[in-house]
């Protein structure tokens, strides 16, 4: 099946910073969505985002399908971005559109 | 603006017991979907619903588990056995098509 990688797994940032997420997969995909998960456990959607690119707010994305990789960008981090950040995808084939996640990127945003 | 209902939010059974973790996708949605995930871990696929049976499941989802949509609101899982290990927060999830997912805000089981 397809592989799911997200990096960093960790980061720390000061309030206002920027930061860049990573998120590499094996194969091709037709689905791709990013959430945040709150420290409740909600999972959030951020962007639905198979290919192209995406802004809301401060938050955006980028996914180069070709060479199988998506970028979260935010910027100007408040405390409240906090949380875990996963992306998802969805490959072709015999699947109903079941997402296979990446591990997370936990994010620290310190005041 | 339409969204993924789960109850309960917070379940305690004892192990062996049976659960029903329910879930009311969004109205106009056709697949439907069993997440789960273990403390500190990431999301895993359980179960895909579409067309009123099971078009896909994982390894996870094996005989103690169950689906149904038992009438045109709502999807339900059933865990006939509960082992502590089954202690995760479990999500539901529906999707219009082709198109992104959205998920519920999940229902903490825990088994003790």
């Known amino acids: 099946g397809i592989q799911v990688e997200q990096s960093p797994p960790d980061l720390i940032l000061q309030e206002g910073a920027n930061s860049t997420l990573r998120c590499n997969f094996s194969?091709?995909?037709?689905?791709l969505q990013w959430f945040h998960q709150n420290p409740w456990g909600q999972l959030i959607n951020l962007f639905y985002?198979?290919?192209g690119t995406k802004q809301n707010g401060r938050l955006s994305a980028t996914t180069v399908a070709t060479e199988r990789y998506s970028l979260l960008y935010i910027s100007s981090s408040q405390t409240t971005d906090s949380g875990v950040y996963f992306c998802a995808v969805a490959g072709y084939g015999g699947s109903q559109g079941n997402l296979i996640f990446g591990k997370g990127t936990k994010l620290s945003v310190k005041p | 603006e339409p969204e993924v209902t789960q109850t309960p939010s917070h379940q305690v059974t004892q192990m062996g017991q049976e659960v029903i973790l329910r879930c009311v996708p969004i109205s106009n949605h056709l697949y439907f979907y069993w997440y789960r995930q273990i403390l500190g871990q990431k999301v895993e696929f359980l179960v895909s619903f579409y067309n009123n049976e099971i078009s896909e499941k994982s390894e996870i989802f094996d005989d103690q588990f169950s689906v149904e949509r038992p009438d045109g609101s709502n999807f339900t899982l059933k865990i006939r056995s509960t082992k502590l290990e089954d202690s995760a927060m479990y999500f539901c999830?529906?999707?219009?098509?082709?198109?992104?997912?959205?998920f519920g805000q999940g229902t903490r089981l825990t088994v003790v």
């Open positions: 985002i198979p290919s």
């Open positions: 999830a529906s999707r219009a098509g082709q198109t992104e997912a959205f």
């Open positions: 194969d091709s995909v037709n689905n």
